[in-house]
Nanobody, 117 residues
Framework: QVQLAESGGGLVLAGGSRRLSCAAS??????MGWFRQALGKGREFVAE???????AYADAVKGRFTIARDSAKNSIYLQMNSLKPEDTAVYYC?????????????WGQGTQVTVSS
């Protein structure tokens, strides 16, 4: 049973920083990523990191957010800088367990990030 557990959400002032963490239960993944869902909106891609170490970001967060991993801990992190009120959302960690790239099959429960102006 794969389990993903996010932590690090909270209230932060605009312009501030926040670091989210996601710990995965013991298996490897082709890629892991972060998604977010603002109130009344659909879930959107934020960032991902692949087994190769390659990363990808949504245009809205490029240059402000950084995704990283600790393979020994089977964890990923999302360092969020220069936060804006529009970054307010529930942030979800997800994993793709395929060998060569498939779908995000496993999801965490989410952690709320609120950015106040």
């Amino acid at each position: 049973q794969v389990q993903l557990a996010e932590s690090g959400g909270g209230l932060v002032l605009a312009g501030g920083s926040r670091r989210l963490s996601c710990a995965a239960s013991g298996r490897t993944f082709y890629r892991m990523g972060w998604f977010r869902q603002a109130l009344g909106k659909g879930r959107e891609f934020v960032a991902e990191i692949r087994r190769s170490g390659e990363t990808a970001y949504a245009d809205a967060v490029k240059g402000r957010f950084t995704i990283a991993r600790d393979s020994a801990k089977n964890s990923i992190y999302l360092q969020m800088n220069s936060l804006k009120p529009e970054d307010t959302a529930v942030y979800y960690c997800a994993s793709d367990p395929s060998l060569r790239g498939g779908t995000y099959d496993y999801w965490g429960q989410g952690t709320q990030v609120t950015v106040s102006s």
